[in-house]
């Protein structure tokens, strides 16, 4: 038994038990259902349809020809804790504890979690009378008070923190070359239990599918669909085993795209199509330090863990058949508008008691318009490393992803590049150009001064 067969397959089991929900077909729903499907370590290069030369991915390649694809979108951070605690709330994750320089992601030991009080997706669906689920990789804290239960979500089936944790002392240390799931103690949760530990797969499916089956016919609904994968160890089922050019790490590519086929599928056959948003994306670059088990960031540079284009920028799409206008947007959005946007598609009230950093992006989606986000800022754990305005970014520190590099390397004058016309980051223009310099500078500076301290989530003791 392979651990994809937990969370790979998930897309599809979501995707087939939608059909207990569709008695009422899309016409008749007054507020529309959500599905995001969220990846863990893809890269920027890793389907077809974003330039892959030998990875197949036919069923996200005809999701991209009929919605949008989207050639600039970015998440939050270049780790996982803080991009989900981004993608959750619309928020940097600066101003809810969830990012450090010393510990960048929750650990099994870890005490602190994404705090009560953030108004996250599931919590702002829920208040609009949705049915609310979160499946597969959590992150935002693994104790019971910082669940997905805890945080406006009907259901929660899945693991708290990354496959690669909880490592079995005395396990063979070859465990990513040929991993076995009993290598990593890693529990399954039902809502607030452990049911399993080490997850065993099989039981996932079957779970998955009766729990949306549960939910009332007609009722909008929001699944938040998290894999696990491509993130170390790589696991595939039998039937994607050698099945792509690209190797191990191909298969497992290959696997979610068939199961995002499925979902897709299953919306086209139940007529719910008509009335759901599906977003794939992931939350951070390519683990390049894994080689051959690790993706491709394409063209642009570096991976995980850095600010620098490949460690930020994603793979995006959006599809809703007869809603969002297909085409390719070459302007940016993040993760972080998903809760506006979702919000104002829903007819949701957005929280006026915080800031929020993310933008409405449907007149985007649905009329073709430019998107209103116009700059990004990239954090290195709770520090500014980048940010970017226009078509201009520009680096005040810069650290490889993991390894090569102990300290970062400071910039003064800070790097700048056209992303226009230098995607790949490799050519400065910071001399050139010293009034954008000055002015993101300014804008830097701006953000910061906006940012009230809080406890830090990832470091706490107790």
Same mark, same amino acid.
């Given at each position: 038994?392979?651990?994809? @067969?937990?969370?790979? !397959?998930?897309?599809?089991?979501?995707?087939?038990?939608?059909?207990?929900?569709?008695?009422?077909?899309?016409? /008749?729903?007054?507020?529309?259902?959500? &599905?995001?499907? +969220?990846?863990?370590?893809?890269?920027?290069?890793?389907?077809?349809? +974003? *330039?892959?030369?030998?990875?197949?991915?036919?069923?996200?390649?005809?999701?991209?020809?009929?919605?949008?694809?989207?050639?600039?979108?970015?998440?939050?951070?270049?780790?996982?804790?803080?991009?989900?605690?981004?993608?959750?709330?619309? $928020?940097?994750?600066?101003?809810?504890?969830?990012?450090?320089?010393?510990?960048? &992601?929750?650990?099994? /030991?870890?005490?602190?979690?994404?705090?009560? *009080?953030?108004?996250?997706?599931?919590?702002?669906?829920?208040?609009?009378?949705?049915?609310?689920?979160?499946?597969?990789?959590?992150?935002?804290?693994? !104790?019971?008070?910082?669940?997905?239960?805890? =945080?406006?979500?009907?259901?929660?089936?899945?693991?708290?923190?990354?496959?690669?944790?909880?490592?079995?002392?005395?396990?063979?240390?070859?465990?990513?070359?040929?991993?076995?799931? @009993?290598?990593?103690?890693?529990?399954?949760?039902?809502?607030?239990?452990?049911?399993?530990?080490?997850?065993?797969?099989?039981?996932?499916?079957?779970?998955?599918?009766?729990?949306?089956?549960?939910?009332?016919?007609?009722?909008?609904?929001?699944?938040?669909?998290?894999?696990?994968?491509?993130?170390?160890?790589? +696991? #595939?089922?039998?039937?994607?085993?050698?099945?792509?050019?690209? *190797?191990?790490?191909?298969?497992?590519?290959?696997?979610?795209?068939?199961?995002?086929?499925?979902?897709?599928?299953?919306?086209?056959?139940?007529?719910?199509?008509?009335?759901?948003?599906?977003? +794939?994306?992931?939350?951070?670059?390519?683990?390049?330090?894994?080689?051959?088990? *690790?993706?491709?960031?394409?063209?642009?540079?570096?991976?995980?863990?850095?600010?620098?284009?490949?460690?930020?920028?994603?793979?995006?799409?959006?599809?809703?058949?007869?809603?969002?206008?297909?085409? &390719?947007?070459?302007?940016?959005?993040?993760? !972080?508008?998903?809760?506006?946007?979702?919000?104002?598609?829903?007819?949701?009230?957005?929280?006026? /008691?915080?800031?929020?950093?993310?933008?409405?992006?449907?007149?985007?989606?649905?009329?073709? %318009?430019?998107?209103? #986000? /116009?700059?990004?800022?990239?954090?290195?754990?709770?520090?500014?490393?980048?940010?970017?305005?226009?078509?201009? %970014?520009?680096?005040?520190?810069?650290?490889?992803?993991?390894?090569?590099?102990?300290?970062?390397? &400071? =910039?003064?004058?800070?790097? !700048?590049?056209?992303?226009?016309?230098?995607?790949?980051?490799?050519?400065?223009?910071?001399?050139?150009?010293?009034?954008?310099?000055?002015?993101?500078?300014?804008?830097?500076? %701006?953000?910061?001064?906006?940012?009230?301290?809080?406890?830090?989530?990832?470091? $706490?003791?107790?």
């Amino acid at each position: 038994m392979r651990l994809n @067969r937990c969370w790979i !397959l998930l897309g599809l089991l979501a995707g087939v038990a939608l059909g207990g929900l569709a008695e009422l077909r899309a016409d /008749d729903r007054a507020a529309p259902n959500f &599905v995001i499907i +969220f990846c863990d370590d893809l890269g920027y290069g890793d389907l077809g349809c +974003f *330039g892959h030369p030998t990875i197949r991915t036919p069923h996200l390649d005809r999701m991209a020809s009929e919605g949008q694809k989207w050639t600039e979108f970015y998440v939050a951070a270049p780790v996982c804790t803080p991009s989900r605690a981004a993608l959750q709330t619309g $928020r940097y994750p600066i101003r809810n504890g969830m990012c450090s320089m010393k510990r960048r &992601v929750l650990f099994p /030991d870890s005490q602190g979690g994404l705090p009560p *009080g953030e108004v996250t997706l599931g919590r702002l669906l829920k208040q609009r009378g949705y049915s609310t689920h979160a499946i597969g990789k959590w992150h935002l804290g693994h !104790l019971p008070q910082y669940l997905p239960t805890r =945080h406006g979500y009907d259901t929660y089936y899945g693991i708290p923190y990354s496959n690669d944790m909880d490592f079995v002392q005395g396990s063979t240390r070859t465990r990513f070359e040929d991993p076995d799931f @009993r290598n990593f103690n890693v529990p399954l949760i039902e809502g607030e239990k452990i049911i399993e530990r080490p997850a065993d797969q099989n039981t996932i499916t079957k779970r998955a599918c009766q729990l949306i089956r549960q939910q009332e016919s007609g009722q909008p609904f929001l699944i938040y669909l998290a894999h696990n994968l491509p993130h170390v160890p790589l +696991f #595939r089922s039998p039937a994607f085993a050698d099945a792509s050019r690209r *190797g191990l790490y191909g298969d497992v590519i290959e696997e979610i795209d068939w199961s995002v086929g499925q979902v897709l599928g299953t919306l086209r056959e139940t007529g719910l199509d008509r009335n759901t948003l599906v977003v +794939f994306t992931s939350d951070n670059g390519p683990w390049k330090s894994f080689r051959q088990q *690790g993706g491709s960031a394409g063209l642009l540079r570096d991976g995980k863990g850095s600010t620098w284009e490949g460690g930020m920028r994603e793979p995006t799409l959006f599809w809703w058949p007869g809603q969002v206008e297909p085409g &390719v947007v070459m302007e940016m959005g993040s993760t !972080l508008d998903l809760l506006p946007t979702l919000a104002q598609l829903a007819d949701a009230d957005l929280p006026t /008691d915080r800031t929020l950093d993310g933008f409405d992006l449907s007149p985007t989606l649905l009329e073709n %318009k430019p998107s209103p #986000r /116009d700059q990004m800022v990239y954090y290195h754990g709770d520090e500014v490393f980048a940010v970017r305005q226009g078509m201009y %970014k520009a680096h005040f520190k810069t650290k490889t992803s993991y390894t090569g590099q102990r300290e970062a390397k &400071v =910039h003064d004058p800070p790097l !700048l590049f056209h992303l226009g016309h230098d995607p790949g980051e490799q050519h400065d223009v910071a001399k050139q150009q010293p009034q954008v310099v000055q002015a993101l500078r300014e804008l830097k500076a %701006k953000h910061e001064a906006s940012v009230e301290p809080v406890e830090n989530q990832l470091t $706490r003791k107790e």
